[in-house]
């Protein structure tokens, strides 16, 4: 499975797929930092909220980087499950990659200042950095898969299920939503990485949504690919 996952990561850099979401990463981040220093915990938290849905759309790139025929044959010939999980793990390498630059880009740029008063110090700010923006990475690998052309049939319909998902994934994580639990928790981990920083149970309860709602796409994911196989 591990040549299947290297050569799914080959195809897409090669086939130049990669550069795109890469570019609209940096430009996002550009934005987001052009308008002068944030603090380590709470830029970060913005940063992995505003990246959800270009992780989306890079997983979506890598799995349909893929022709049907060749995809056809990886299944046959390790297996269904397999075949998928390859998929999926070739996204997440991706992901680490354009989350890892994401990290280091404000501090090349300058948009970053080193914590003052009382936010937390620079290595808990780092860690809670990795944090958010590992939670937006398993978000992005989801939905991404989601919307693949494997499961959607087509790219308008993959187009649809990106857009419902990046924008739904904003708004009904605003504060006072009547569904947030619908969400990622993306935009709750944003605002809990103001001031103080947040506690060791918002953590915790961050991540067992976040873990719960890309586990719960992901096994639509592969429901729809059982059935559309």
Do not use: N
Not at 117 to 125: D, K, R, T
Not at 127 to 149: D, E, Q, S, T
Not at 153 to 182: D, Y
């Amino acid at each position: 499975m591990s040549a299947l996952v290297a050569m799914r990561l080959t195809a897409f850099v090669r086939g130049g797929r990669a550069a795109v979401p890469l570019i609209a990463a940096l430009v996002v981040l550009g934005v987001l930092y052009g308008g002068g220093q944030a603090g380590v915990a709470e830029g970060y938290g913005v940063s992995a909220a505003v990246l959800f849905p270009v992780l989306a759309w890079q997983s979506k790139l890598l799995l349909d980087a893929e022709p049907d025929v060749q995809r056809h044959l990886a299944r046959v010939t390790l297996g269904e499950r397999r075949e998928w999980t390859a998929g999926l793990l070739a996204a997440l390498a991706a992901g680490l990659v354009t989350a890892a630059i994401a990290m280091a880009a404000p501090w090349v740029t300058g948009g970053m200042r080193t914590p003052r008063g009382a936010e937390p110090p620079l290595a808990v700010g780092l860690a809670l950095g990795v944090w958010a923006h590992l939670l937006a990475l398993a978000a992005g690998v989801a939905l991404g898969a989601l919307a693949c052309r494997a499961v959607t049939r087509g790219v308008l319909p993959g187009v649809a299920v990106l857009v419902t998902g990046g924008v739904l994934g904003i708004v009904l994580g605003l504060r006072g939503s009547i569904a947030p639990w619908l969400v990622p928790p993306l935009m709750p981990a944003a605002r809990a990485l103001t001031d103080t920083g947040p506690t060791a149970a918002e953590v915790g309860l961050l991540t067992a949504h976040a873990v719960a709602w890309a586990a719960a796409v992901i096994a639509g994911y592969a429901w729809l690919r059982r059935r559309r196989a």
